[in-house]
C-alpha cells in the first residue's frame, strides 16, 4: 500500500469514528492519527512503539513512554523524563532531600537500617529518586533521530514499591523512639531529619502505587511533623562560639549569625556543643609589590564537648592586601566575615545530612 493511500484510509477512518458516536470525537481522532502514524512507520521500518507505545505495551499492565534525541543515551534520558511526567510529577525530590538521601547512602546508614537486601538494592540504584522498575526496553534510529521507550510493569513494580513504603515506616518508627534524656542532641536532630526524608520518599512512592492503580499502604506519616520536629529540636540546642585572636569579636559574630541562620541559637561556655575557632595572620612578601599583603586562616570545629569529639571541622584562607599591614589585615577579616556568613550555614546543614546515625 502506498503512503497517499494509507493517508486516504486515515481520513476515512477519522471520518467514520466520527460517526460511530462512542467515544468523545477528540479521544476517537487521536486514536485514529496514532492508526496512521503507526502505519507510516511501518512502511519505514520504524517500529510501532514509537508513534504508539501502549499498541506494544497495553495500558493495564504497562506505563510507558518514548523519549528522543541525537544519540542513544539522550533518547534514553528523555524516555525516563517522558515516563516520570506521566506520574503528574518529576518523581525527583527537591535537592535538599535528594542530598540527605544521598549522604545516608554514601556514608552507609541508609543501607544499615534497611533489612531487606532487595529493597536496599532497589534504594541504592535509585539514589537520584528516578523511577525504581522502570527501564529501557527498546532503542531505534531511523538514522538521524534515536528513539527509546521506557516501561515500567504494574505488576511487578507495585510490591517493589509497597515493600519500600512499608520498610521506611518502620524505619521511621524506629529513628523517632528517642529517649527523652536525649531529645535536644546533634544525634536525636539528625534522626528526625532523616525521619522526614524518608517520608518524602514516601509520598514519591505512594504517587506511583496511586498511578499505577494499586493500593497505598495506610498509615504514612507526614514528613513535615518530622521537619516541624527537627526544627524544634535545633531550637533547643545551644551553640558556644569561641574565637582565638578575634578582632573586636568580628569573627565570633558572623559565626553565631551563622549558626542562627541555620536554626541554632547561642550558648555559654558551659554548652554541650561548641564551636572552637581559631584567627591567624602571616606577613606575605611579594616581589615588585609596594603594598602590603596577609594571609589569614581560620580553623574551627564543631565539638561535642561531652565525648571531646569534633564533629564538624571547619577551615577558611584567604589572602588581602593593602599599603599598610593593619588595613590589610583589617580587609582579611571582612573577607573572613562575608566567606563565613555565606559558607558556613550551608556547609552545616550538609554536616548535619552526614550526621545520620548507624543503626
Excluded at 493517508?7 to 466520527?18: D, K, P, Q, W
Excluded at 492503580?213 to 520536629?229: I, M, N, S
Excluded at 556547609?347 to 550526621?355: G, K
Aim: glycine share 6%.
Amino acid at each position: 500500500m502506498k503512503k497517499s493511500e494509507i493517508r486516504a484510509l486515515v481520513c476515512a477512518l477519522v471520518f467514520l469514528s466520527g460517526c460511530a458516536g462512542t467515544p468523545p470525537a477528540d479521544t476517537r481522532e487521536a486514536e485514529a492519527v496514532a492508526a496512521a502514524n503507526a502505519a507510516l512507520g511501518a512502511m519505514n521500518g520504524q517500529p510501532l512503539w514509537v508513534n504508539t507505545p501502549e499498541a506494544v505495551y497495553p495500558r493495564n499492565a504497562f506505563v510507558s513512554a518514548v523519549g528522543s534525541g541525537n544519540n542513544r543515551d539522550q533518547a534514553e534520558k528523555s524516555a525516563f523524563a517522558a515516563l516520570s511526567s506521566v506520574f503528574r510529577q518529576t518523581l525527583r525530590a527537591d535537592q535538599t532531600i535528594a542530598t540527605s538521601f544521598q549522604e545516608a547512602v554514601k556514608n552507609g546508614a541508609a543501607a544499615s537500617w534497611i533489612e531487606n537486601t532487595s529493597v536496599d538494592s532497589a534504594i541504592r540504584t535509585s539514589t537520584s529518586m528516578d523511577l525504581v522498575g522502570a527501564e529501557i526496553r527498546e532503542v531505534w534510529s531511523d538514522g538521524k533521530i534515536f528513539y527509546a521507550v521506557a516501561v515500567m510493569e504494574k505488576a511487578g513494580t507495585a510490591p517493589v514499591y509497597t515493600r519500600m513504603i512499608q520498610d521506611n515506616q518502620k524505619i521511621i518508627d524506629t529513628l523517632i523512639a528517642v529517649p527523652a534524656s536525649d531529645r535536644n542532641s546533634m544525634d536525636s536532630l539528625a534522626r528526625f531529619q532523616f525521619a522526614a526524608t524518608l517520608a518524602e520518599l514516601n509520598k514519591v512512592f505512594a504517587n506511583v502505587l496511586s498511578v499505577i492503580g494499586a493500593p497505598v499502604p495506610a498509615g504514612l506519616k507526614a514528613p513535615e511533623d518530622f521537619r516541624l520536629e527537627a526544627a524544634n529540636i535545633m531550637k533547643t540546642i545551644p551553640v558556644s562560639v569561641t574565637v582565638q585572636n578575634d578582632r573586636d569579636g568580628r569573627i565570633r559574630a558572623a559565626f553565631t549569625s551563622a549558626l542562627s541562620a541555620a536554626g541554632f541559637r547561642a550558648g555559654d561556655t558551659n554548652s554541650r556543643y561548641q564551636l572552637q575557632a581559631r584567627l591567624s595572620f602571616t606577613e606575605v612578601q611579594l616581589p615588585g609589590q609596594t603594598n602590603k599583603f596577609t594571609r589569614y586562616v581560620i580553623d574551627g570545629n564543631f565539638t561535642n564537648t561531652s565525648t571531646g569529639a569534633v564533629l564538624f571541622p571547619y577551615n577558611i584562607n584567604g589572602r588581602e592586601g593593602h599599603i599598610t599591614l593593619p588595613e590589610a589585615e583589617n580587609r582579611a577579616v571582612k573577607a573572613a566575615e562575608d566567606k563565613i556568613k555565606g559558607e558556613y550555614p550551608g556547609a552545616l546543614t550538609s554536616f548535619l545530612f552526614r550526621l545520620v546515625p548507624k543503626k
